[in-house]
Each structure stands twice: as structure tokens, then as C-alpha cells.
């Protein structure tokens, strides 16, 4: 065999024993195992749609988002948010600036929910944006949901919104 295919096979041989290699682990280090609290919606956000995401995650904290996406003509809501209390602790509620509450807002916290009040005067608005964000701390390890439970948006009059698709999710903790 001439020198530049010794060459050629030599540098054919090192990349296939180093490409063979990358493929295993070697017995090196194990993968490190997914720590901190995690939160999954349970669907993408649509237009008319209200919805629980995640924008503030720590190692032990979670703020959850409540945000309209495409409404139209909000006026009032009633919104109540069950959380998994085994797994997290509210710590407390922060208004957004989409609804521009002219009235001051409810928040009741009680064991394992969490009750909002909101109502825009004189009329209502319509849009994308932020009515509000959920503080919580993780006390254990877990997995559960959170979500709305019987939410209630009306317009001016009163009258229940039509079709707001009402979206939580699933939080995950792990030390």
C-alpha cells in the first residue's frame, strides 16, 4: 500500500472509532436529572382565549400568568384558579395592565384556591395582554394541575362572553 493511502486509511480509521465513541456514554458522568418547578399549558393560546403561562420560573418559585389573548368587549371576571397547595404555596397576586381597573380588584385565597374579582368601568376592552400574575412557591416534589374552575368573563351588559376558551396547565416540581 502506498504512503497516501496508509495516510487516507489511518485518518478513515480515527474517524470512525471517534464517531463510533461519540455514540456512547462511556460510563462518564450520568445526565443530570431536571430540578426546579415547571409549568405546561395544556394547549396553545387562540384568539378569545384566557390562559395560565409560566413567565417567572426559579429553582422554587413560579409565576403564573394570566393572560387574555384576543378578547373582546372585557368588562368583568371571575376568576378561579385551583392549584395543586400539597405541591405549592401562593405567596400572592400582582395586578396586570391590561384591564386598567378603575375599581379595585378581590383576591380571596383559600387552602388550595385562589379567587379573583376584575371589573373595567365604564366599558370594556378588548385585546392581548396581562390581567394578572400568580406568585407561588414550591414546598414539595410533584406533578398536578392547575386551572380554572367555573370562570366567568362578561361584557357591559353583563352578559357572559361567548366561547372563551378558559386554558391551564400542569406544574411539575422537582428537588
Not at 399549558?41 to 413560579?62: E, H, I, K, Q, W
Not at 392549584?83 to 400572592?92: M, V
Not at 357572559?160 to 391551564?168: H, N, R
Request: hydrophobic residues 45%; contains cysteine; glycine residues 10%.
Amino acid at each position: 500500500m502506498n504512503p497516501k493511502m496508509r495516510t487516507a486509511a489511518a485518518l478513515l480509521t480515527v474517524l470512525l472509532c471517534f464517531l463510533l465513541l461519540a455514540g456512547c456514554d462511556g460510563g462518564g458522568s450520568p445526565t443530570e436529572p431536571r430540578t426546579g418547578v415547571f409549568f405546561t399549558p395544556d394547549r396553545s393560546a387562540g384568539s378569545n382565549s384566557v390562559t395560565l403561562r409560566a413567565v417567572g420560573v426559579a429553582s422554587n418559585t413560579l409565576a403564573l400568568e394570566i393572560f387574555a389573548t384576543e378578547v373582546s368587549d372585557l368588562h368583568s371576571m371571575v376568576v378561579t384558579v385551583v392549584y395543586p397547595n400539597n405541591l405549592l404555596r401562593f405567596d400572592g397576586y400582582r395586578e396586570g395592565d391590561f384591564l386598567g381597573l378603575s375599581v379595585p380588584l378581590t383576591v380571596s385565597f383559600f387552602d388550595n384556591v385562589v379567587i379573583t374579582q376584575l371589573r373595567v368601568l365604564p366599558s370594556g376592552v378588548s385585546g392581548s395582554g396581562t390581567i394578572g400574575t400568580l406568585s407561588f412557591t414550591a414546598v414539595a416534589e410533584g406533578s398536578d394541575r392547575v386551572g380554572f374552575v367555573d370562570p366567568l368573563a362578561q361584557d357591559p351588559m353583563g352578559m357572559e362572553l361567548a366561547d372563551v376558551d378558559w386554558i391551564g396547565g400542569r406544574v411539575e416540581v422537582a428537588f
